[in-house]
C-alpha cells in the first residue's frame, strides 16, 4: 500500500480529486496517512477531516527561520508512515536539507506545460504570451524550483476569449485528472527519479518523444 502525506496551502482541490479517485477506484492501492497545511485557514483541512484523514498544521508565521519551519515539518513527516509526500498547492519554498532528505519521494502539481511558465501567474503568462495551449505538469520536486523531472503533462487549449480566471478553471479541472493518474503510476511501483529522469517502468520519460501526455476530452 502506497502511504502519501499531502502538503496543501489553500483550498485544496486537487487534495479532494485524489480523495474522490481513490474512493472510487478501490483497486489502486494508496492511501493518504496525513493532509499537511502551512495555514490554519486552508479549506483543504476542511475536505480532509470530511474524509476522515488525519490534519497537521504546522504555521510557518510560528517559526522565526525557513530552517526551524522545515525541520519541524520533517520530524512531523518522519512520524507518520509515508512513502510519497504529494505537494497540492503548498505555496513553501523548501530548504535544500529538506529537499535532499525525502529527493525522488516527493511529487508537485504546477499549472502550467513546464519548462515553460515556471513561478507564479502562469495563466495570465501564457495568455500574454500569445500560447494556443497551456496546461499542468506533475513533476518531481528538486532543488530547483519547477524543474524537476516532468511526469505527466494535460494539455488544455487557449480559447481566443480566454481570462486568466477561464483559462484557470480549465487547467483545474485537467489537474484533477492527472494528479491521480499519476498517483495510480506509483501504487502501481511503476514511477521513480533517476538523476534528471522520469522513470516509466525503468525507461526514461518522455517515451518515444511523447510525452505521457492528457489531453482535453
Ligand atoms: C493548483 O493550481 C496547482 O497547480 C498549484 O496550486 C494550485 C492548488 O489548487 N500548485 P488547489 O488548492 O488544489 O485547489
Redesign the pocket.
Same mark, same amino acid.
Given at each position: 500500500m502506497l502511504k502519501m502525506v499531502v502538503l496543501?496551502?489553500? &483550498?485544496?482541490?486537487?487534495?479532494?480529486a485524489i480523495i474522490d479517485h481513490l474512493k472510487q477506484h478501490a483497486d489502486i492501492n494508496a492511501t493518504i496517512t496525513a493532509v499537511i497545511s502551512n495555514r490554519p485557514d486552508a479549506f483543504?483541512l476542511t475536505r480532509a477531516t470530511q474524509a476522515n484523514i488525519p490534519t497537521i498544521v504546522i504555521d510557518h508565521k510560528q517559526f522565526t527561520s525557513r530552517e526551524a519551519f522545515d525541520t519541524e515539518l520533517i520530524n512531523t513527516i518522519d512520524k507518520l508512515q509515508c512513502d510519497l509526500l504529494v505537494?497540492?498547492?503548498?505555496?513553501r519554498i523548501l530548504t535544500p536539507e529538506f529537499i535532499n532528505h525525502y529527493l525522488g519521494r516527493m511529487i &508537485?502539481?504546477?499549472?502550467s506545460l513546464l519548462p515553460k511558465f515556471q513561478g507564479v501567474n502562469t495563466h495570465e503568462r501564457a495568455i500574454a504570451a500569445g500560447e494556443t495551449e497551456h496546461g499542468?505538469s506533475v513533476h518531481f520536486v528538486t532543488l530547483e524550483l519547477d524543474s524537476g523531472p516532468i511526469i505527466m503533462q494535460g494539455v488544455v487549449p487557449i480559447e481566443p476569449n480566454d481570462t486568466p480566471l477561464t483559462l484557470?478553471e480549465r487547467?483545474?479541472l485537467m489537474?484533477h485528472r492527472l494528479y491521480p493518474e499519476a498517483i495510480a503510476l506509483f501504487a502501481q511501483k511503476r514511477l521513480s527519479m533517476q538523476g534528471n529522469d522520469a522513470l516509466l517502468d525503468g525507461h526514461p520519460l518522455p517515451l518515444q518523444g511523447q510525452q505521457y501526455q492528457l489531453k482535453e476530452k
Amino acid at each position: 500500500m502506497l502511504k502519501m502525506v499531502v502538503l496543501i496551502s489553500g &483550498n485544496g482541490s486537487n487534495l479532494q480529486a485524489i480523495i474522490d479517485h481513490l474512493k472510487q477506484h478501490a483497486d489502486i492501492n494508496a492511501t493518504i496517512t496525513a493532509v499537511i497545511s502551512n495555514r490554519p485557514d486552508a479549506f483543504g483541512l476542511t475536505r480532509a477531516t470530511q474524509a476522515n484523514i488525519p490534519t497537521i498544521v504546522i504555521d510557518h508565521k510560528q517559526f522565526t527561520s525557513r530552517e526551524a519551519f522545515d525541520t519541524e515539518l520533517i520530524n512531523t513527516i518522519d512520524k507518520l508512515q509515508c512513502d510519497l509526500l504529494v505537494f497540492a498547492g503548498f505555496m513553501r519554498i523548501l530548504t535544500p536539507e529538506f529537499i535532499n532528505h525525502y529527493l525522488g519521494r516527493m511529487i &508537485n502539481i504546477h499549472p502550467s506545460l513546464l519548462p515553460k511558465f515556471q513561478g507564479v501567474n502562469t495563466h495570465e503568462r501564457a495568455i500574454a504570451a500569445g500560447e494556443t495551449e497551456h496546461g499542468c505538469s506533475v513533476h518531481f520536486v528538486t532543488l530547483e524550483l519547477d524543474s524537476g523531472p516532468i511526469i505527466m503533462q494535460g494539455v488544455v487549449p487557449i480559447e481566443p476569449n480566454d481570462t486568466p480566471l477561464t483559462l484557470k478553471e480549465r487547467v483545474h479541472l485537467m489537474e484533477h485528472r492527472l494528479y491521480p493518474e499519476a498517483i495510480a503510476l506509483f501504487a502501481q511501483k511503476r514511477l521513480s527519479m533517476q538523476g534528471n529522469d522520469a522513470l516509466l517502468d525503468g525507461h526514461p520519460l518522455p517515451l518515444q518523444g511523447q510525452q505521457y501526455q492528457l489531453k482535453e476530452k
